[in-house]
C-alpha cells in the first residue's frame, strides 16, 4: 500500500472518530451532564483517544509531508509549491513580466500554506537562472542578500521553460485543494530538471539533497543513455569552485564530496579568494576565517569583502606567514572547503524511493521519450482530422452537394445530413475512419464566402502537406530513440552556451591540520617536577606549537611516549627531550647510547619513530631495571655525528677513550636493541663532530592532479632534493620562478614545466611577440629567482607556441593568413641564434605570419662529456659575426637593452 492510500484511509478513520466523538459531545451538552453512562464512557475513552490519535495523525502528517512538501517527485524534479508556482506563472503568462505579489496571489488558489512558503520557493527558483526570467533585485546566491519585497520585483517564465515543462495535452490533472480548479499532478518536463537544479529537503524521518548537475553534460548523457553507451555525471554548482567527486558514489546515500574555493596568490602578502563551495556565501566565508584567526589557526592582518557581481575576498596575511600554507590551513580550518553527502531520495509511484543519479536520469530520459510519442501521436491525430475535413471540404465544395435539389429542399436537419451522408459514400474507402454526423455538421457550417475563395489547386496543395506531415509523424515515431537524441541535442544547441561548467573537477589532497595549523602557542617545560605545556610561561622554552599538536617525551631511563598538547600537564620526572611529534616521519632519526641495566654494556642504536599510540609508554632500551640513555640526540634529516667515548679507569684497561661515528651504524626500528658500544663503565660521552645527512638528498615527486608534492611516488619523478636545491616552475604564460621542495607550495594548473632547477640547461622557446607583431625564436637560461620573471616579455598578448631543453633543437615553422601557400621553414635552433638572457627578444623566424610551430626530431645528439672538454669549432665559430640584416640586427639590439627598461 503506498503512503498515499494509507493516507488516504486513515483520514478516512480520523473524520469517523471525530464524528463519533462530536455526537457523543453532543449528546453530553443536551443532557446537561445527566446522564452518568455517557460521562463515564468519555472519561474511560479519553486516554485511548489520545493514544490512537498521535499513532494515526502523526502518519498522516509524516506522509503529508513527504509527499506534499519535502521531497520532490522524479517525474518533473519539482516540489509541490514549486509546481504550483510554475503552473500558476503558465496560467498568467502573456509573454511580459508579472509583479512577484500578483504571482504569489495566483499562486495561493491552489497552494494552501500561504504566501511566505510561496515568495521563498519562488525566489529560490528564480536563482537558479534556469525556469524563471528575473527582474530586478533578487537577491545574490554569492553574498546571501535576500530579495527585495515581492512588490518590487517581476518574473515570467523562461523560453526554455515554456519548451519543455507545459503540455496541456499530456498533462495529468487534479482538482486543487478546495475543489475551485484544476492543478498538474506533475508537470510534463521533457528534462531532467531534478539533476539541473538540485533540491534540498527534509522531511519526517528522511532527507532528500540532490546536487545540481551540468546542463550541458546532462544532454550529452540522455544522448549516450538513449545510444545505449556508459556516461558518468558529476556535479556543477553556480558559485564555482573545486570538486573532490572520487566518493560522490553516483549521487547515492552514503557517498560524499569535497568543494573548495578557489584562491589564488595576489602577492606573497595577499591571498584572492574568487569562489565558493555550495552552499556557503561570502558572509559565512568571511566569518569561519575571522573565527579560525581568533583561534590561532592561520595569522591575518584583516580579511576585506569586496565581492561584486563576482566573489572577490582579499585575505591580507600577517608579517612572516607562509602564503602556500595559509592556504592550506583556510581548507583545513574554515569554510572554504567543506565535505557535502548527497542523498538522491525522490517520489516515485505515490512512495519514496533511494536512487543513483544514474537512475534519475534514466527515468527522467524514458519519461521524455515517452512524452514526446504522446505528443506525436496527438499531432498524428489532430493532422489526420485536419487531413480529413479538408479532403471532406474538398468534395463537398467541388462536388457541389450544397446545389443538389434534395440538399436544398431538405425540410429537416437529419434529411439534409442523410443526404450528404449518401453523396459521401462512394468516396468513404478512402477516410482514414467512419465519417458522423459531426463531421457533417461541420461540413454545413461552412460560410459562403469560404466557398466562393475555394481554390481547388490550394486545398490539393494543402491535403499533400497534411500527408507530408503525417509521414514525418510516422517516420519519427518509427525512430523514437533517434527523435528524441535530436530533441536533446536540440536543447543543448539553443540553450547550452548559457550554462558552461563552472565547477571545476580536481582530485584533492588530504590536508593533515596538525601540519598547517599555525604554531600559535608556545610550549615549556619543568623538568624538575616533570610537567609540560603551554601554560607553564615561567619554566623552560622548548618550541612553538599548536593545540592540535602532540609532543614526544624521552626520559632519562629510556622510557618515551607521545602526548597531547595541553595547557599543563604532569608526564614523569627525568624528562631529557621534548617536541613536537610527526607522525610517520621517517627523515627524523634519534642517535642514542644506552646503558642496559645498572652496570651492563653500553649499546648505540638509530631509529626513527613514525607511530606510536598516543599515552602509552616504549622504552628504547630493553625494558630492564636500571637502564639510563647516556647519550641522545634528535637529527630531523638524519644526520650522524661523532661522539669520543670515555671510560673510567680500571687496572690493565689500555684504551680509556675512543671515537665513534653515528654513521656507521645502520638505521632500525625503534624497537631494535642496538650494536654494543663497550662492555667497559664509560664515564662521560661528548660530542666530538656535527655529522652530515646519511640519508641523502629528499626524492620528490609532482603529481599533476593535485597540483602538489609528495614523497610517495605519486606522479612523476622530479629528482632527489639537497637542502639547497630548487624546483624550476614555468607557465604557460610566459611566467617563470624557482621555489623550494616543500609538500605545502601550489601551482597553478597552467603550468609548462615543473622540474629540479639546473642554472645552466640552456632552453629554445618559439612565441609570438605582441609588440613586434612577428614570431620570434630565442635562446636562454633561466635564472634563480623567486619572484615571478616573463620570458615572453611584458605585453600579455605575447604568446608561447613551444619550449623545449632539446640541446640541439629544430622546429618547423607553419605559415598562414592568406591565400597564398607556403611551404614550412625548417630551423636549426642552435644554429639560428646564440644562448642570451632570457630577457632578449629573440631573432625574428620571418616577416610573414607564423601560424604554428612544431618541434622536429634533432639530427645531432650531445656527445659524451669526456669528448666535450675542448670548445668545439662549432662553439668558436658561433662567436664570431655571421651575415645578419638590419632587421634581425634591430631585433637583437631593442631585445637586449630596452625590451625590460
Not at 566573489?311 to 600554507?325: F, T
Amino acid at each position: 500500500m503506498s503512503l498515499k492510500d494509507s493516507n488516504e484511509e486513515n483520514f478516512e478513520d480520523k473524520e469517523m472518530q471525530m464524528d463519533q466523538e462530536e455526537e457523543d459531545i453532543v449528546l453530553s451538552d443536551s443532557s446537561q451532564h445527566s446522564n452518568p453512562k455517557i460521562i463515564t464512557r468519555l472519561a474511560e475513552d479519553s486516554p485511548m483517544n489520545l493514544s490512537r490519535m498521535y499513532q494515526d495523525w502523526f502518519l498522516d502528517y509524516a506522509s503529508y509531508v513527504i509527499l506534499e512538501r519535502a521531497v520532490p517527485h522524479v517525474t518533473d524534479g519539482l516540489k509541490p509549491v514549486q509546481r504550483r508556482i510554475l503552473h500558476a506563472m503558465k496560467r498568467m503568462d502573456d509573454g511580459r513580466y508579472n509583479k512577484v505579489a500578483n504571482i504569489i496571489g495566483f499562486t495561493m488558489q491552489f497552494h494552501p500554506h500561504g504566501d511566505a512558503s510561496i515568495g521563498d520557493a519562488l525566489v529560490q527558483l528564480g536563482q537558479k537562472d534556469l525556469l524563471i526570467d528575473c527582474q530586478g533585485n533578487w537577491g545574490n546566491v554569492h553574498t546571501g542578500d535576500g530579495a527585495a519585497a515581492p512588490r518590487y520585483i517581476e518574473a515570467r517564465l523562461t523560453k526554455f521553460a515554456l519548451e519543455v515543462l507545459f503540455n496541456a495535452k499530456t498533462t495529468e490533472w487534479k482538482p486543487s485543494y478546495d475543489g475551485r480548479n484544476k492543478e498538474p499532478v506533475t508537470l510534463p518536463a521533457k528534462f531532467p530538471l531534478l539533476l539541473t537544479q538540485g533540491t534540498e529537503g527534509i522531511a519526517v524521518g528522511l532527507t532528500s539533497k540532490i546536487l545540481p548537475h551540468n546542463f550541458n553534460e546532462l544532454c550529452d548523457a540522455s544522448v549516450s543513455y538513449l545510444e545505449g553507451k556508459e556516461f558518468k555525471l558529476f556535479p556543477d554548482f553556480q558559485t564555482g569552485g573545486y570538486i573532490d567527486v572520487e566518493k560522490y558514489n553516483d549521487g547515492e546515500r552514503g557517498g560524499s564530496v569535497k568543494v573548495r574555493a578557489s584562491i589564488k596568490k595576489l602577492d606573497n602578502k595577499t591571498l584572492v579568494i574568487t569562489s565558493l563551495p555550495y552552499g556557503k556565501t561570502t558572509a559565512s566565508v568571511v566569518e569561519s576565517i575571522i573565527k579560525a584567526n581568533d583561534r590561532g589557526k592561520i595569522k591575518i592582518r584583516r580579511v576585506d569583502d569586496i565581492t561584486a557581481q563576482d566573489v572577490e575576498i582579499h585575505v591580507q596575511l600577517a608579517p612572516g606567514v607562509s602564503s602556500d600554507r595559509t592556504i592550506d590551513a583556510l581548507y583545513a580550518f574554515t569554510d572554504c572547503e567543506i565535505n557535502i553527502s548527497p542523498n538522491c531520495c525522490i517520489i516515485e509511484n505515490d512512495k519514496p524511493h533511494f536512487l543513483t543519479v544514474s537512475d534519475v536520469l534514466r527515468i527522467s530520459t524514458d519519461r521524455t521519450k515517452e512524452l514526446l510519442r504522446l505528443e506525436l501521436e496527438i499531432e498524428k491525430q489532430e493532422k489526420q482530422e485536419a487531413l480529413l475535413f479538408a479532403s471532406l471540404e474538398k468534395i463537398f465544395i467541388e462536388e457541389r452537394i450544397y446545389k443538389d435539389k434534395e440538399f436544398e429542399g431538405a425540410g429537416n436537419m437529419e434529411v439534409a445530413v442523410a443526404h450528404i451522408d449518401k453523396r459521401l459514400e462512394p468516396y468513404k474507402p478512402s477516410f482514414i475512419r467512419e465519417i458522423t454526423s459531426e463531421d457533417i455538421l461541420k461540413l454545413m457550417e461552412i460560410k459562403m464566402a469560404r466557398i466562393l475563395k475555394f481554390n481547388s489547386d490550394k486545398a490539393d496543395e494543402n491535403i499533400a502537406k497534411f500527408r507530408s506531415d503525417i509521414e514525418e509523424i510516422d517516420h519519427n515515431l518509427d525512430n523514437l530513440i533517434d527523435y528524441t537524441i535530436s530533441w536533446y541535442l536540440m536543447l543543448k544547441e539553443k540553450y547550452g552556451k548559457n550554462y558552461p561548467r563552472r565547477t571545476e573537477i580536481r582530485s584533492f589532497e588530504n590536508i593533515e591540520a596538525v601540519k598547517v595549523a599555525e604554531a600559535n602557542e608556545k610550549l615549556y617545560i619543568n623538568r624538575e617536577e616533570g610537567f609540560i605545556g603551554t601554560g607553564l610561561k615561567k619554566d623552560e622554552f622548548v618550541c612553538n606549537c599548536s593545540d592540535i599538536d602532540e609532543i614526544i617525551v624521552f626520559f632519562r631511563d629510556g622510557k618515551y611516549k607521545v602526548v597531547k598538547v595541553s595547557d599543563k600537564m604532569f608526564v614523569g620526572k627525568g624528562i631529557l627531550y621534548a617536541n613536537v611529534f610527526k607522525k610517520n616521519d621517517k627523515r627524523t632519526i634519534y642517535n642514542v647510547i644506552y646503558r642496559h641495566g645498572k652496570s651492563g654494556a653500553h649499546y648505540i642504536k638509530r631509529f626513527p619513530v613514525t607511530g606510536v599510540t598516543r599515552d602509552k609508554d616504549y622504552d628504547v632500551s630493553q625494558g630492564k631495571t636500571g637502564s639510563r640513555i647516556v647519550y641522545f640526540s634528535a637529527n630531523p634529516n638524519g644526520e650522524a655525528e661523532t661522539v669520543r667515548v670515555i671510560l673510567k679507569p680500571k687496572p690493565r684497561q689500555r684504551i680509556l677513550q675512543f671515537e665513534k661515528d653515528f654513521s656507521e651504524i645502520a638505521i632500525k626500528g625503534r624497537g631494535a636493541m642496538g650494536n654494543i658500544l663497550t662492555k667497559a663503565d664509560v664515564h662521560r660521552i661528548i660530542l666530538k663532530q656535527k655529522g652530515h645527512s646519511t640519508l641523502g638528498g629528499r626524492k620528490v615527486w609532482f603529481d599533476p592532479d593535485v597540483l602538489r608534492l609528495n614523497y610517495d611516488e605519486e606522479g612523476f619523478y622530479l629528482g632527489e632534493f639537497l637542502g639547497t636545491d630548487k624546483i624550476l616552475v614555468v607557465n604557460r604564460n610566459g611566467d617563470f620562478y624557482t621555489c623550494n621542495f616543500d609538500l605545502s607550495n601550489h601551482f597553478e594548473p597552467d603550468f609548462v614545466r615543473i622540474e629540479k632547477y639546473d642554472e645552466g640547461k640552456v632552453w629554445s622557446a618559439a612565441l609570438f611577440d605582441a609588440d613586434q607583431g612577428f614570431a620570434y625564436l630565442k635562446r636562454f637560461t633561466f635564472d634563480a629567482t623567486e619572484k615571478v620573471a616573463n620570458f615572453l616579455g611584458e605585453n600579455t598578448d605575447s604568446k608561447l607556441f613551444l619550449l623545449t631543453d632539446m640541446v640541439y633543437p629544430r622546429v618547423e615553422a607553419i605559415f598562414g593568413g592568406g591565400d597564398d601557400f607556403r611551404e614550412p621553414l625548417e630551423i636549426d635552433v642552435e644554429e639560428f641564434i646564440g644562448v642570451k638572457s632570457f630577457k632578449a627578444k629573440g631573432k625574428r623566424i620571418s616577416n610573414y605570419e607564423v601560424k604554428e610551430v612544431k618541434e622536429l626530431e634533432p639530427t645531432r645528439f650531445p656527445e659524451p662529456e669526456e669528448e666535450t672538454e675542448k670548445p668545439s669549432e662549432v662553439e668558436i665559430e658561433a662567436e664570431e659575426p655571421n651575415n645578419i640584416n638590419d632587421t634581425d640586427l634591430l631585433d637583437e639590439i631593442t631585445g637586449q637593452m630596452s625590451l625590460f627598461d
